[in-house]
């Protein structure tokens, strides 16, 4: 398939999304991280921020010890806006940027976000409409396994990134792909600095938070239609992407690379 059309398929699926789940509450579309010892508990969370608390922790987890304050983050596939938020509204940033390819998603996003740091802009990873050496940090969660291209999403973040700027990335991928990206983003110029193993985590939370996912879904529709669409999503999540991580058929990985200095 051409990648242009394959974008093109993408988009249209996060497009149909959009409009079958229009509600403001479902803002993430990760299945986050679950500590496997200890609780899961942020403890600086608002109430009303709970409910999010998975998709928290993997964004934490992304960040790998990045300090987001008085940077400038530009979130690539930024889905319904939940990363911008969290990011926004705790830890000070000088600015974010979201970018997707779904301009449903974008305009759900702008509608959602009030925080006047935050701009949600519609573009294509693989060609992202921002000048060179803009971004201390080019955050990037569950979505590359969508772009017909990698090569020239690692390339547009390296562009986009000061020297010295992180990207901190984390995605689902079948384990005979982890060779192929680690070699991919060193061949762009990134240094790695940490690659881990986030699949049981990832998996645990697909479980533990079964409930509310279920709960935030539905509670986004507005149709017959978009509540059916809610259940299948959870059902499909719950069952087959839980034992695809379980029999690690499909594995989830964070990676921390730098543009040098
Ligand atoms: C599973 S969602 C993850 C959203 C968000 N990162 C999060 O953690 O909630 C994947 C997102 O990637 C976006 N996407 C897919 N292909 C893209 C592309 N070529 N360029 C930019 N965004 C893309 C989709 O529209 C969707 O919003």
Redesign the pocket.
Known sequence: MEPRTQ?SK??A???S?SELLPGQAF????HGFANLEGTDCISWLNESDRKYVY?VQ??IQALAGTEPRNKDIL?????????CAILSRYFSPRRVVG????SA?INLCTRVNSESMVTFIA????SLPFDAGSFDVV??????????NRQD?YEEAYRVLRPGGRLCYADCLPPVRLDVITRALAHTGFILRETRDITQNVAESIKRRDQIHRELLLGAASSDEGRKSAVSIANSVRHRTFNNYRSRRAVYFIWYAQRPN
């Open positions: 974008q993408q988009a699926k996060y497009e999304l803002i993430f579309m990760n998709n993997l964004l979130e690539v596939g930024c889905g319904r806006g939940g990363n970018v997707d390819v779904s998603g573009g294509s990873a693989m955050l990037n969660i569950e979505s590359s396994h969508c772009y017909p999403f």
